[in-house]
């Protein structure tokens, strides 16, 4: 019996991971990061058995009433230290310097404290202490003294909630022994959603996320609708992330504080995240700006005649107002940024532009009930991989193209290296796996470039063509953008329909506007791509046909025969008034499925009597047929590689979602369609 994924998880990575749901049940109201609870999962739930899951769960959610500290109960807890003692609290505490007494003070986030001193053995130990902020055990004491200005509070014992150690070569072993399939929905897993609600390059966008904890100096930019998820990975995924307002940011907080020469957010954090980056209102210093475009560019800044090197990943998230094909018809895609980053220099200077718009909005049936990685462990290997270098991965199979530039090529490298480190830590991957990676690193960093181009026209002085030669076929191949593909593929058949519709067309109720000759082709259709509709693929083909065959082996369930549903409202709108339609429809089912199938069909059947559609279908035994195709008495055939089922999942309970009247506005699966005549 072949495992379920689960199951595997659990056998090649016990005490690594935890089922994802646990994380919600024991948060309760506690706005703690996820880490910090998975940490606590990973010590007492780290198995598939239920009892000790339920008793796990248990433990920790008494961990949690126990020792979290809750701002409304700080005095509460400030009360139990002094009665007991001794008390170990969890919470988050900062620790700055006090050069006029010479010691180390700590603040603490949600009990309350200031300046309470801690041992220098401490801040050596946990330099992340001193900025932005770490999550901790943390022992405390209560010692009253008759000292003027002494304080009571003692910090006997720091532990930052962070895995201690793991054994990399054990990871890449147990990577092996996954599919690819299998590895990109256990990442999935790991960060939250459930794989099944994404398809390929959807997760592949998720997982983009995670380039910049495990590439050094790596500057991502996001940009995209709310409610998508962007500052989820940044702020709750990683104990070495920092998540900051793109507003709230200063030269000395984030690089080098001048007059007490402590180093800033960069030399301490592997990611630093500016949540909240658009917005053209805000007002952003000009020269944190140039700052910030020597440090993407070189991974170094100034203090004073010094240069100081960080290895920290930038990353800016924030919302988008507009549409797509808004932006990309009368401004561009940074249209949203503060003027002070709408700057060419430092947009060169992005490795990657990750479409926002193409992350669903999160819903709450996409979080995941399986098992993924603590995330505390799997932010040690990530980290682990930053001294590693996998950009020249691709070179056995493929070379970029001579005019790609230093610093394109750089950024292309950057992102197909992060996605190998992902994906490939045991570096094992087939040649067509390697491409789908490169490609998509100079799609992300082609992005960036055709909107500097829009931007600046020195940036169009040189022709830069962002293809690749395949070393075994020689063959040279192009790289676009799907937004490129998605709006020129749409304007170019809107403008054919509209060309070739007549005046009569317009004033005859019931009749599909002309479209253009049908001819012989196949067509490839990218996953995410909009635009598309059943409308715009089959009816020039289906036109004036009276009997039309369907052959789907898959309807049967009801989001299938839905499909078939629009289909036939589809023929409906391109048929004449007064003629009709002889649909056959050819399915399979198992015999378990065959009366869910039969009922759901012959309430089509039902619908559509009295529309000049007169459908009848026939359900064979799984398996009898393999190929999906649509045939006409016209002589036409349409052979379709994933059937009618051509449309990513999206939410048809929500009544006033556009895509549920509009497949135009779904994301497609990827695939492609020949027509052919017989």
Request: with cysteine; aromatic share 10%.
């Amino acid at each position: 019996m072949i495992p379920t994924l689960d199951e595997k998880i659990n056998e090649h990575f016990p005490g690594r991971v935890v089922r994802k749901d646990l994380t919600a049940k024991v948060k309760g109201n506690a706005v703690v990061p996820t880490y910090v609870l998975e940490y606590l999962l990973g010590q007492y739930c780290a198995t598939d058995d239920e009892a000790s899951i339920e008793k796990g769960v248990e433990n920790v959610r008494k961990i949690i009433n126990r020792h979290y500290v809750h701002r409304e109960e700080a005095e509460l807890v400030k009360s139990t230290i002094r009665d007991k003692g001794n008390y170990r609290i969890i919470d988050r505490i900062t620790v700055a310097l006090n050069d006029r007494r010479d010691v180390h003070e700590a603040s603490f986030t949600n009990l309350g404290l200031r300046k309470v001193v801690i041992s220098d053995d401490w801040v050596r130990k946990f330099p992340k202490l001193l900025t932005g902020g770490v999550w901790c055990l943390i022992d405390m004491a209560y010692f009253p003294s008759d000292e003027r200005d002494a304080t009571p509070w003692l910090i006997e014992k720091v532990k930052p909630i962070q895995l201690s150690n793991f054994d990399f070569e054990q990871y890449k072993q147990q990577r092996a022994r996954f599919t690819t399939e299998e590895w990109a929905d256990f990442l999935m897993q790991s960060i939250g959603f459930n794989p099944e609600h994404f398809g390929q390059r959807n997760k592949l966008l998720q997982l983009t996320r995670l380039i910049p904890f495990c590439e050094r100096n790596y500057n991502l930019i996001e940009l995209g609708p709310k409610g998508t998820g962007k500052s989820h990975i940044f702020s709750e995924f990683s104990p070495h992330g920092m998540l900051i307002s793109g507003g709230e940011v200063t030269a000395a907080k984030l690089f080098v504080n001048n007059s007490t020469g402590q180093i800033g957010l960069v030399g301490y954090w592997d990611s630093v995240a500016f949540d909240e980056f658009a917005g053209p209102d805000k007002r952003i210093p000009k020269g944190l700006v140039d700052i910030m475009k020597n440090y993407m560019a070189n991974q170094s800044f100034s203090r004073g005649r010094e240069s100081m090197g960080a290895e920290a990943s930038m990353s800016f998230i924030g919302n988008t107002k507009r549409s797509v094909a808004y932006m990309l018809k009368h401004s561009d895609l940074f249209e949203q940024l503060p003027p002070a980053y709408y700057d060419t220099a430092f947009l060169d200077r992005l490795h990657s532009y990750l479409p926002g718009w193409e992350v669903e909005i999160i819903r709450g049936e996409m979080f995941t009930q399986g098992f993924g990685f603590v995330v505390d462990y799997l932010a040690e290997v990530l980290r682990y991989m930053r001294t590693l270098d996998y950009s020249d991965a691709y070179n056995a199979y493929f070379k970029l193209d001579d005019t790609i530039t230093t610093r394109d090529k750089v950024a292309i490298q950057k992102t197909f290296s992060g996605l190998m480190k992902v994906l490939y830590p045991h570096q094992s991957c087939t040649k067509e796996e390697v491409r789908a990676l490169l490609e998509f690193a100079i799609e992300s960093r082609r992005r960036v470039k055709l909107q500097l181009m829009k931007m600046d026209e020195t940036f169009r002085e040189r022709e830069v063509r962002f293809a690749y030669k395949d070393l075994e076929t020689g063959k040279r191949v192009e790289v676009f953008t799907l937004e490129e593909l998605q709006y020129n593929l749409v304007r170019q058949m809107s403008e054919e329909e509209e060309e070739t519709t007549t005046a009569e067309d317009q004033a005859t109720p019931g009749k599909a506007p002309s479209a253009p000759e049908p001819e012989e082709q196949h067509i490839v259709i990218k996953e995410n791509q909009k635009g598309i509709s059943y409308q715009r693929l089959f009816a020039p083909y289906l036109k004036g046909a009276t009997e039309i065959h369907l052959i789907d082996p898959y309807l049967r369930k009801f989001h299938q025969v839905k499909k078939l549903m629009e289909f036939c409202q589809m023929l409906y709108r391109i048929k004449p008034v007064g003629d009709e339609i002889r649909l056959k429809v050819f399915t399979n089912a198992e015999s378990g499925e065959k009366q869910e199938a039969d009922s759901l069909l012959i309430q089509v059947q039902t619908n559509l009597q009295g529309t000049g559609i007169d459908m009848d279908y026939e359900i064979e035994p799984q398996g009898t047929q393999h190929a999906r195709s649509i045939e006409t008495d016209t002589g036409w055939k349409i052979l379709l590689d994933r059937g009618l089922d051509i449309f990513q999942r999206y939410d048809y309970k929500d009544a006033f979602n556009l895509a549920n009247a509009l497949q135009e506005e779904r994301m497609c699966k990827g695939f492609e369609v020949t027509y052919v005549r017989v």
